[in-house]
């Protein structure tokens, strides 16, 4: 399975944008897909999580009423719509995914990685 993000920017504090994941190659059944992301200087961290099949979610405390991760099956896209946005959102996003499990938030259940795409937010 290959992961490719898009839709990172520059925006300023309180705007939105939207990223988009998509992914070729076959999926197995679950298919569990998230959002982390790494600020510099920091930690990769957890931001989003979906299971493919069923469409449950579950988001970082930090993201929680403010971003909002879904997926399009007949696209095989999974997004995420960032609102509000805050200059400490500002980090290198990457969608990541693995086949079944459960809604993981640690960076080493997932065994699929895109390659990143940079948010920066501006005060």
């Known amino acids: 399975v290959q992961l490719q993000a898009s839709g990172g920017g520059t925006v300023q504090a309180g705007g939105s944008l939207r990223l988009s994941c998509a992914a070729s190659?076959?999926?197995?059944?679950?298919?569990?897909m998230a959002w982390f992301r790494q600020a510099p200087g920091k930690e990769r961290e957890f931001v989003a999580v979906?299971?493919?099949?069923?469409?449950?979610?579950r988001h970082a405390d930090s993201v929680q009423g403010r971003y909002t991760v879904s997926r399009d099956t007949t696209e095989n896209t999974m997004y995420l719509q960032m609102d509000r946005l805050k200059p400490e959102d500002t980090a290198v996003y990457y969608c990541?995914?693995?086949?079944?499990?459960?809604?993981?938030?640690?960076?080493?259940?997932?065994?699929?990685w895109g390659q990143g795409t940079q948010v920066t937010v501006s005060s």
């Open positions: 190659g076959r999926t197995g059944d679950n298919y569990i």
């Open positions: 990541a995914g693995r086949n079944g499990g459960a809604l993981y938030r640690a960076r080493e259940q997932y065994n699929y």
């Open positions: 979906i299971s493919w099949t069923y469409g449950t979610t």
